[in-house]
């Protein structure tokens, strides 16, 4: 029998209604800045917030695969762990996730490549409650025809040992890689502004040297970023917002951002 790893935050961080989580992600997509640049991003950092915080900014950097959906059939997606310690990066054992819109092949194949890697570890503890994964599936749903899921929890690791999990599967133009990450947690509107200008500004320039106090999920942009800068990515920035932009408090607000990486053209 499949294991599949139901939703978690379902009702909680975006609507547990299959259509009404429908229209909402297509709305975001709609209103989302029409795609100007390279027609097939290579990776995208996007937010994991509760959508009616992040859903925009993270809408952002998925509309623009649209030129590409068809093309692409399976995404490598890395979040922080937020609630389970443990030293590098962890898989599941489940066969499918599941969202409010249905369930989402995990390819087992590349689970099994990863797995060979010391610092890769399989732990459904990891993955059972754990939202900067589970938010980013309905946007993916409602974009890609047909793909299958290799999900990373990110614990202890280092961007090198983050970065080889992403060589390792980083395939060609049917392969996405989709980092989850929030960045500055709970400082005044105006100087969560100027941290997140700078984390930016070190994205923009392929630096992987972020802190957590810059964003939760640090490591997997410090892995992506080393080999981003290997391989001379083109980053973007898309969208840079706060959660005073979008909920209106602006007393303790998180910060977030949508960037895409590009391969460059010979």
């Known amino acids: 029998m499949s294991a599949v790893r139901p939703a978690a935050v379902a009702g909680m961080f975006y609507p547990e209604a299959a259509r009404a989580l429908a229209a909402q992600v297509r709305t975001y997509l709609e209103h989302a800045a029409p795609a100007a640049g390279p027609a097939r991003p290579k990776a995208l950092i996007v937010p994991h917030a509760g959508y009616v915080y992040s859903g925009p900014i993270a809408a952002t950097a998925y509309a623009r695969l649209s030129g590409s959906f068809e093309a692409i059939r399976r995404v490598v997606l890395l979040g922080p762990a937020h609630r389970v310690p443990f030293r590098g990066l962890a898989v599941p054992s489940a066969d ?17 490549r990863a797995l060979e890697l010391a610092q890769v570890s399989a732990s459904d503890r990891a993955h059972a409650l754990e939202h900067s994964l589970e938010v980013q599936l309905p946007f993916l749903q409602t974009l890609l025809r047909s793909f299958q899921l290799v999900p990373f ?42 941290i997140d200008k700078a ?44 959660s005073g932009d979008t909920s209106g408090d602006k007393l303790r607000v998180v910060g977030y951002g949508s960037f895409v990486f590009s391969e460059t053209r010979a």
């Open 153 to 194: 929890a990110v614990g202890d690791a280092s961007a090198e040992q983050v970065a080889e999990v992403i060589e390792l599967l980083w395939g060609g133009p049917e392969t996405l890689i989709v980092v989850s990450s929030d960045l500055s947690h709970y400082h005044a509107y105006g100087e969560a502004r100027n």
């Open 96 to 112: 499918a996730f599941a969202t409010p819109l249905g369930e989402i092949e995990i390819d087992r194949r590349a689970i099994a």
């Open 199 to 242: 984390t930016a500004d070190a994205v923009l320039r392929l630096s992987p040297t972020l802190g957590y106090e810059q964003a939760c999920g640090a490591l997997p942009i410090n892995g992506l970023l080393t080999v981003a800068r290997r391989r001379a990515l083109e980053p973007e920035l898309l969208d840079l917002r706060n």
